[in-house]
Structure formats: C-alpha cells, structure tokens
C-alpha cells in the first residue's frame, strides 16, 4: 500500500511573517536607513579631509590621546571610536539577534535556518575569493575576513537613495542576514585576531557581566547601576587582550528577552534597543567610519597601482563576486535539498539583487582590516581602497537589478499595508505543496 502524501504546507523561503513583527521591523530599518545616510556622509567626509591640502589635520586628529594612562585606556580618538563606540553597535546587535531568535519570527528554526545559512555562505564566498586572489602573496591573507561582513546601515541607505519598494520579507532576510553576519564577524575577530590572551581580566569581566545579567532579570532600570557595571565589563575585556567590541555582544546577550502572548518581547529588551539603537546608527557608526574610512591616495604614488594590488582586487572581487555567489548559492541550495521553495511572488533575481546588495561591506570590514594589517599601514589602506571601491560597485549593480522590479515591488508593498485581521496581514508570499 503506498503511504499517504505530505499534506503539510512547504516552507516558503523570503516569506513574509506576521503583521507585528514586518512592524517592528520596519522601525528598526527606518532608523538604520537615516544612520546609514549619517554613515555614507561621514565616509565621504573623511575621504575628502584625508585627500585635501589639510590631511595631516585629519590624520593628527586621530591620533590625540585620550584616557587614564593608569588604567591602560589612554587611546586616540581612533582607537575609542572602533573598540569603544563600535561596542554600542555590537550591544544592538546582540540585543537584535537574541531578540529575533527568543520572541520573534525566528525562534521557529525553519525560518531562522535560511538568514543563518545565508550568512554563513556569504561569508564563506568571499573568504575564498580573498584567498584565491592572495595565495602566494606573503602577508597579504591576514585579510581573509576582511571582505566577509554585510553593512546594513550602508544597505539600507542605498535602498533609500534609489528609492526602491523592497517588499519587507527582503528587508527583514537582509537585517537579520546582517546582524548574524556582525556576530559571526565578532566571533571571527576573537578567534583570529586575538595575539595575546591575558586570563585574570577575562575572569574577572565575569563579574561585573554576571551582575548586569541578574540587574536586567530582575528588571533594574537604574542607569547609575547598569552603566558602570556594562563600562567595567568593556574596560576588563580590553585589558584581557580580546577585543573591546566583544563585550557589547556579551552584554547584549545577557539582557532577558521572554516572548509574551502578543508576540512582543520582555520591556527590558524593547526598553534597551529603543534607546541605543539610534545612539549606534546615528553616533556609534558614523564615527567609527570618520576615522576608519580616511585613507589618503594622493601623493602616495601612482593610483592605478593602488587599485591593481593584490589586496585592493581580492577585496573587491570577494564583496562583488564572493557575497553574491554565498548568499545566491546557499540559498539556491536550501531549496534544493529541502521542502522549501521560493515565495510565489518573488523571483530568483530578487534574491540575485539582494545577494549583490549584501556586497556592502564597511563598517565590521574596516574594523577587520585594521586588525589584520595594523592601523596606518599600506596593506589597511589597500583594504579600505577595496572595501569602498566593492561597496560602490556593489551598490550600483544592486540598484540596477532592483529597480528593474521596482514596478513589482510596488504592488506587493501596497499588498502589505493592508492589516486585515488581528493575526496580521494576507501573506502574499506563501507558496504551499500543489498537493493541498
């Protein structure tokens, strides 16, 4: 006798989830578009400080001490801005991702199994175009992960400019693409770039982490009390020798996210992302990228020999090539070997423009670069030359592809508006076994 079909609903990859988190969504990228503008402005007045006749005002800016010289805190400004700011990024982020796999959409491991995979292969992607392009050249694959990192805010702000009605299943796919794709990075960086490990401080940081965790749980909101507790963990972090920005995503993690009936998270987490989400994208991010995307090509020789370096090509190529091919690639492949199919209203070029788009890598690939090469050195700015050479050209093959479909965006965005009933709005993207 033969057995009785399947009658269960496939998956539906990129398909829209309820009404009140396609909401909270929405905010969270609102925000990360108006600091991605603040990001692409700061970039760009960097590049123009550090290539006019005052750089060495821009490049000396960076470099003023400040801090107690007691404590071991006496950095440049450069310094505070990617291992001090760039923790309040890395606090969201991991406020973000435990949030979305406690009590949003994604704590069903089906939906959550695309965003993840996907980040994984975008990763992976460029990692070997980097390696490929470099083999041989000494020194030059301390930059493996240079190329790896997706920049949401960059994205988002892309979008905007081009003025796209990208339905909110992609937007979402992207975010969370992006935020798993920041702490995958961040574990990068303490795995590979950490040089020395300096065991009392990384213990002790477990002390003021672990009374910030127990503080949040039992719903303290003193800022007098969690604050100090949140800078002893960042400054212990520092002196262990591991990477400042960890701390954030350890803190971020220790915040108690409970899901309740509604769908919402507990008010500790909501209360947390509220107030330093704009703090990251309108403060953090953008200062971070005044300091770090500065590079200087005037005077420094040829520029054509700048852009045919090996490090500047493997960059450009792994963000151009490399994110596409691991986003597009690994997508194509949970669908090959699982139930799941493609929503029915989208197409494998949403998903190909997507792909491209998720090529914006800047601010975690400049933190990286700067790990791997050194600050100041000839290799960071051939990396950073890469970085905002790949993002360009990512950003516009993105804008052509994705306005093609602007038309059909369009149409489903205004789908989307509509909330029907109190379970969300009709899910336009669902695609279910011809079977049922």
Same mark, same amino acid.
């Given at each position: 006798?033969?057995?009785?079909?399947?009658?269960?609903?496939?998956?539906?990859?990129?398909?829209?989830?309820?009404?009140?988190?396609?909401?909270?969504?929405?905010?969270?990228?609102?925000?990360?578009?108006?600091?991605?503008?603040?990001?692409?402005?700061?970039?760009?007045?960097?590049?123009?400080?550090?290539?006019?006749?005052?750089?060495?005002?821009?490049?000396?800016?960076?470099?003023?001490?400040?801090?107690?010289?007691?404590?071991?805190?006496?950095?440049?400004?450069?310094?505070?801005?990617?291992?001090?700011?760039?923790?309040?990024?890395?606090?969201?982020?991991?406020?973000?991702?435990?949030?979305?796999?406690?009590?949003?959409?994604?704590?069903?491991?089906?939906?959550?199994?695309? /965003?993840?995979?996907?980040?994984?292969?975008?990763?992976?992607?460029?990692?070997?175009?980097?390696?490929?392009?470099?083999?041989?050249?000494?020194?030059?694959?301390?930059?493996?992960?240079?190329?790896?990192?997706?920049?949401?805010?960059?994205?988002?702000?892309?979008?905007?400019?081009?003025?796209?009605?990208?339905?909110?299943?992609?937007?979402?796919?992207?975010?969370?693409?992006?935020?798993?794709?920041?702490?995958?990075?961040?574990?990068?960086?303490?795995?590979?770039?950490?040089?020395?490990?300096?065991?009392? /401080?990384?213990?002790?940081?477990?002390?003021?982490?672990?009374?910030?965790?127990?503080?949040?749980?039992?719903?303290?909101?003193?800022?007098?009390?969690?604050?100090?507790?949140?800078?002893?963990?960042?400054?212990?972090?520092?002196?262990?020798?591991?990477?400042?920005?960890?701390?954030?995503?350890?803190?971020?993690?220790?915040?108690?996210?409970?899901?309740?009936?509604?769908?919402?998270?507990?008010?500790?987490?909501?209360?947390?992302?509220?107030?330093?989400?704009?703090?990251?994208?309108?403060?953090?991010?953008?200062?971070?990228?005044?300091?770090?995307?500065?590079?200087?090509?005037?005077?420094?020789?040829?520029?054509?020999?700048?852009?045919?370096?090996?490090?500047?090509?493997?960059?450009?190529?792994?963000?151009?090539?490399?994110?596409?091919?691991?986003?597009?690639?690994?997508?194509?492949?949970?669908?090959?070997?699982?139930?799941?199919?493609?929503?029915?209203?989208?197409?494998?070029?949403?998903?190909?423009?997507?792909?491209?788009?998720?090529?914006?890598?800047?601010?975690?690939?400049?933190?990286?670069?700067?790990?791997?090469?050194?600050?100041?050195?000839?290799?960071?700015?051939?990396?950073?030359?890469?970085?905002?050479?790949?993002?360009?050209?990512?950003?516009?093959?993105?804008?052509?592809?994705?306005?093609?479909?602007?038309?059909?965006?369009?149409?489903?965005?205004?789908?989307?508006?509509?909330?029907?009933?109190?379970?969300?709005?009709?899910?336009?993207?669902?695609?279910?076994?011809?079977?049922?």
């Amino acid at each position: 006798m033969r057995p009785a079909p399947d009658r269960r609903p496939r998956m539906s990859l990129l398909g829209r989830g309820s009404w009140g988190e396609a909401s909270r969504i929405g905010d969270i990228l609102r925000t990360e578009t108006v600091g991605g503008a603040l990001l692409l402005a700061a970039a760009v007045v960097a590049l123009l400080w550090a290539n006019s006749p005052w750089r060495a005002a821009y490049h000396t800016l960076g470099a003023v001490t400040v801090g107690p010289h007691a404590l071991h805190l006496d950095l440049s400004l450069a310094e505070w801005s990617a291992g001090g700011l760039l923790a309040v990024f890395f606090f969201v982020a991991g406020l973000e991702l435990k949030r979305e796999f406690v009590a949003g959409d994604l704590r069903d491991p089906r939906r959550a199994m695309l /965003p993840v995979l996907a980040a994984v292969g975008g990763m992976i992607g460029p990692a070997v175009i980097f390696v490929a392009v470099n083999a041989g050249v000494p020194g030059a694959l301390a930059g493996w992960a240079v190329p790896t990192a997706t920049d949401v805010a960059f994205a988002l702000a892309v979008l905007g400019v081009i003025s796209t009605h990208l339905p909110a299943a992609l937007r979402t796919f992207l975010l969370t693409l992006a935020v798993v794709d920041d702490l995958l990075g961040i574990t990068i960086i303490g795995v590979f770039y950490t040089d020395d490990l300096w065991i009392v /401080p990384a213990v002790l940081m477990l002390v003021p982490l672990g009374l910030f965790g127990v503080l949040t749980h039992l719903q303290v909101r003193a800022w007098w009390v969690l604050l100090p507790l949140a800078a002893a963990t960042w400054a212990l972090m520092h002196a262990s020798g591991v990477h400042a920005t960890i701390a954030g995503v350890l803190l971020g993690f220790a915040v108690p996210v409970r899901r309740r009936a509604d769908g919402t998270g507990c008010e500790m987490a909501q209360r947390f992302e509220r107030r330093w989400r704009p703090v990251s994208a309108g403060v953090a991010v953008p200062v971070f990228a005044f300091f770090a995307a500065g590079v200087t090509v005037v005077g420094q020789g040829p520029i054509g020999a700048r852009l045919i370096n090996s490090v500047t090509l493997g960059v450009v190529a792994a963000l151009v090539v490399g994110k596409a091919i691991g986003v597009l690639g690994t997508t194509w492949l949970v669908q090959r070997f699982t139930s799941a199919r493609l929503a029915a209203q989208l197409s494998w070029w949403d998903v190909f423009g997507l792909s491209i788009l998720a090529g914006m890598g800047f601010t975690v690939s400049l933190l990286i670069g700067e790990l791997a090469f050194g600050v100041g050195t000839q290799r960071d700015a051939d990396a950073k030359i890469g970085i905002l050479l790949g993002s360009l050209i990512a950003a516009t093959l993105a804008a052509v592809v994705l306005r093609i479909r602007n038309v059909h965006y369009s149409r489903l965005r205004k789908i989307e508006e509509l909330d029907l009933d109190a379970d969300g709005i009709p899910d336009v993207y669902q695609q279910e076994d011809p079977a049922t």
